[in-house]
């Protein structure tokens, strides 16, 4: 969403009554608290911005052994634990029930 520039911005007619019913100090911390936000939004702008840059070939070496095994599928028990019942037979179901 981008943001209106000063000269495209337009101010509903009540904010306008409303900031000039305001004293001179309250007016300057309106002023205040908008420049604050200003501020805020510039520095979250930078922020996004100055991300580290990746260094290349850092973790050069790092992983020196991969599993032949690697590609081959998990086996069910990985997946749903030694006590599933999906998994288990009756009797296992039963056992697991009296203990």
Same mark, same amino acid.
């Given at each position: 969403?981008?943001?209106?520039? %000063? =000269?495209?911005?337009? $101010?509903?007619?009540?904010?306008v009554?409303?900031?000039?019913?305001? /004293?001179p100090e309250q007016r300057q911390q309106i002023f205040d608290f908008a420049?604050?936000?200003?501020?805020?939004?510039?520095?979250?702008?930078?922020?996004?911005? %100055? =991300?580290?840059?990746? $260094?290349r070939d850092l973790d050069k070496g790092a992983v020196i052994w991969i /599993?032949?095994?690697f590609d081959e599928p998990l086996p069910d028990d990985f997946w749903f634990g030694e006590t599933d019942p999906l998994m288990m037979t009756d009797e296992q179901v039963q056992q697991l029930r009296k203990s």
């Open positions: 969403m981008a943001t209106p520039s %000063a =000269q495209s911005l337009v $101010i509903p007619d009540d904010v009554a409303n900031f000039q019913a305001l /004293s420049e604050f936000l200003v501020h805020q939004q510039k520095k979250a702008g930078e922020a996004q911005v %100055a =991300q580290p840059k990746r $260094i /599993s032949d095994d």
